[in-house]
């Protein structure tokens, strides 16, 4: 019998949509895009109308042999549409194909989508393959003018360079930074009816006139004076303030909101929601597998209605009938959001976070409670505040200060109650919200703290609490903060640079070239020398491409392909003929590598070169003179450390399998290393060994990276490539040269998680001896280090 064919991107999804469909469905997976740009070659063709080549990657052929309609349900976006189109073209069906929308796949977000197919969008498809276009050509053009330029097997992106562009100027702006010296000046103070009641009011002004205090002496006489003044309260303002809640997440603001709130990545928070997307596992008395949250990649803050309807009861029960406003809220999406999408938010009703909770992995747990929490937030009533702002006069005999104290006490905790905020505890400031970060060089002077305030009148003489008296405090201004995968997100966003769908991949691809690093607890994007020098490179050759501006404008025009507003062609043509000028022209003149810089040293190798500080790469080196010439060329170097000074080879006990002459003790790209000292006559290298002995032949235990799995580390003996020996010892976990306390097995290892590390004994299901790896014992935690 014939059946109607559905057509989804990932098998997870097939499984959970086939079973609200039933028997007159088959329902199949393409598993991604049926067809793409090869990986290598440019394969487009400019002179053609910039058409691509593609390579056929699946085949659902035989499946649509035997159906009678098609019904193409790849996910609700630009990348959705295109796999749809290739679906289109290569099953070649003789019946019915049309294009429908999961924006949730439950039972009635499958039967909405079915119930109300569409034609495929031409413009939709137009857009997404104008946008892969650009990043091919730009992609494959200008990383071959870096290669030419700076050095051969790097690469740059037609947004990712823009991204890192972004973390180059935060970091030049950092490195500029001329901090400037304030001083925070306070008073203790407190009502003569009830000394007890201390509150703190800062300084503001000085005889009417707003003053601030730069340096230590001003500060040492404002110090004296405010310690004899007499204080007066000047002037009490009490008023209510309200805390709107924030919308339902988009994808940006949930990014954000993971980075700070779970430490939670970009990348590793879409593949957590993609499959809360896509349907989990709940058993059959919740329904079997169940998608839990709408679609994920969107910027639109839009609620379906009902869903907007049904809250409201919802929150009546569980909060009370203050907490639900009179009318229902409403947030704006930013411009040129994809409206047809709703914003983030769960599924169903039915199903909280606690309910759930045991059929979910932690981490899927923690997103879905932050989605579920966020959206319901966003439809509950203000939180409110009493807020009293005090302005108090503090006379000298030559002159009168100005100071300001504040409270806010939290009357109605509003929206907060969704989020578990305890009454009276300074909230946490969520992604989406009004306020951002300080801006550089801001002076934090605050005058109104969270907490009641005594009660005070105007005019009343205040005293001086004397201990602790009048305080002083030395302050300094601070740079901007590097991005973090949060704040650069939110910049991202903010200049309209990439789609929802590609902030978690232009990070990752920004972090796994070697252009930035990690710093600050690894949660900080810091520019290596490498990445400087690339951002430098093209903005010098002068490529809008680079520009942030640039981008954002690239990103109307797609929006206006995709409203069938601008020609696909048209749009190529205009960007390629002036990419191609500039590109021409950036390709003249001299390469972006600095000139190499004489020390005055003559080689100690060949006697007649003068060793020279080099570029690469990978860093400055010290290398001859001679290096470079066609007769007898001098390979001598010697490396250089990231404070430019020559590093001073540490001669070792081991000796090189290769010649048996002694070897050092050097720093490479991924870290310490031996290296013969015969070098560059013997090219003898070795991973440096742990000083752990291998318990099966007594070989050393060395740091080996797998050409499986992924790449993992892992931790072997250095006898695996031995020919006569061949030992396959092999452990996961990092040997620690400490015997055990409780069996005196030679060894510890590594264990437990980043969060809580712990050292444990090697023979972890006979001895089962555990300890934190901070846990006082010096030689232990000395190890673990």
Not at 14 to 27: F, N, P, R
Not at 578 to 593: M, P, Y
């Amino acid at each position: 019998m014939a059946k109607t064919l559905v057509v989804v991107e990932s098998p997870a999804k097939a499984k959970t949509i086939k079973k609200y469909l039933g028997s007159d469905y088959e329902v199949l997976a393409s598993k991604g895009h049926v067809k793409d740009l090869p990986k290598s070659g440019k394969a487009i063709d400019i002179e053609n109308g910039f058409t691509e080549k593609f390579e056929v990657l699946a085949e659902l052929k035989a499946a649509a042999k035997n159906a009678d309609a098609i019904l193409l349900a790849t996910d609700p976006d630009r990348e959705g549409e295109a796999i749809a189109f290739h679906l289109a073209e290569e099953l070649k069906i003789k019946g019915i194909t049309r294009r429908v929308e999961f924006h949730e796949i439950t039972k009635t977000g499958v039967k909405r989508g079915v119930d109300n197919p569409r034609d495929l969008d031409k413009d939709l498809y137009d857009a997404q393959r104008c946008r892969r276009v650009l990043d091919r050509i730009v992609g494959y053009d200008v990383s071959s003018l870096v290669w030419k330029k700076l050095a051969f097997g790097l690469s740059a992106g037609r947004v990712q360079s823009v991204a890192l562009r972004l973390i180059v100027d935060r970091e030049r702006e950092i490195e500029a930074f001329v901090p400037e010296e304030y001083w925070n000046i306070g008073a203790p103070l407190a009502s003569k009816r009830d000394p007890r009641a201390v509150f703190h009011a800062r300084l503001s002004s000085k005889n009417d006139k707003k003053f601030e205090v730069v340096d230590g002496v001003t500060a040492a006489s404002v110090k004296a004076d405010l310690t004899g003044a007499t204080y007066t309260v000047a002037k009490i303002t009490k008023r209510e303030t309200k805390r709107h809640p924030a919308p339902p997440y988009t994808t940006s603001k949930l990014q954000q909101d993971a980075v700070n709130r779970l430490s939670f990545g970009a990348k590793r928070t879409m593949q957590i929601a993609q499959g809360l997307y896509e349907g989990v596992e709940l058993g059959k008395d919740l329904g079997g597998t169940v998608g839990l949250i709408t679609y994920m990649r969107t910027d639109s803050t839009r609620v379906a209605p009902e869903m907007v309807t049904g809250v409201r009861p919802y929150l009546h029960a569980t909060f009370g009938k203050a907490y639900v406003p009179a009318k229902a809220n409403e947030y704006k999406s930013k411009k040129n959001a994809q409206e047809a999408h709703e914003a983030i938010r769960p599924a169903s009703l039915d199903l909280p976070p606690e309910t759930v909770r045991k059929y979910l992995k932690e981490e899927q747990y923690k997103l879905y409670k932050l989605i579920w929490d966020r959206f319901v937030a966003s439809q509950m009533a203000d939180a409110t505040y009493d807020q009293t702002s005090v302005d108090i006069e503090a006379k000298t005999k030559s002159d009168s200060y100005g100071l300001k104290a504040g409270g806010r006490v939290l009357k109605f905790a509003g929206w907060l109650e969704a989020l578990g905020t305890p009454k009276g505890q300074k909230e946490e400031k969520l992604a989406g919200e009004e306020e951002e970060a300080p801006a550089s060089g801001a002076r934090l002077m605050t005058t109104e703290e969270d907490g009641e305030m005594p009660p005070l009148e105007q005019n009343e003489a205040l005293l001086l609490k004397n201990p602790p008296g009048v305080a002083a405090d030395q302050k300094f201004t601070q740079p901007p903060a590097r991005y973090n995968e949060g704040s650069l997100v939110r910049e991202l966003e903010e200049r309209g640079i990439g789609r929802p769908s590609t902030y978690a991949e232009i990070i990752n691809k920004v972090h796994a070239r070697d252009y930035v690093e990690k710093v600050d607890g690894g949660k900080a994007f810091r520019p290596t020398d490498l990445g400087k020098r690339v951002v430098d490179g093209l903005v010098g050759a002068k490529l809008d491409f680079i520009e942030p501006a640039f981008t954002s404008a690239m990103e109307e025009a797609l929006a206006q392909v995709e409203a069938g507003k601008e020609d696909r062609v048209v749009l190529l043509k205009r960007f390629y003929k002036k990419f191609r000028e500039q590109l021409d022209a950036g390709s003249k003149g001299d390469r972006w590598v600095p000139d190499p810089e004489p020390t005055g040293e003559i080689c100690d190798k060949c006697g007649t070169g003068q060793m020279m500080k080099r570029w690469s790469k990978n860093g400055y080196f010290i290398g001859c003179s001679n290096y470079g010439r066609k007769k007898d060329p001098c390979k001598n170097t010697r490396n250089l450390d990231k404070d430019g000074n020559v590093q001073v080879a540490e001669l070792t006990e081991y000796k090189c399998h290769k010649c048996s002459k002694p070897m050092v003790k050097k720093s490479g790209r991924y870290g310490e290393f031996l290296s013969c000292t015969g070098y560059p006559e013997c090219d003898g290298t070795r991973p440096v060994p742990l000083g752990v002995p291998c318990p099966k032949c007594g070989g050393d235990i060395i740091e080996i990276r797998s050409a499986k799995r992924g790449g993992r580390t892992f931790y072997g003996c250095s006898n695996y490539a031995v020919e006569t020996i061949k030992c396959d010892f092999k452990l996961w976990a990092k040997p620690i040269p400490t015997p055990c306390p409780a069996c005196n097995l030679p060894f510890l290892v590594m264990g437990g998680t980043k969060a809580k590390p712990q050292i444990q004994c090697s023979d972890t299901k006979g001895c089962g001896y555990k300890a934190p790896a901070s846990d006082g014992d010096g030689d232990l935690a000395a190890s673990a280090e």
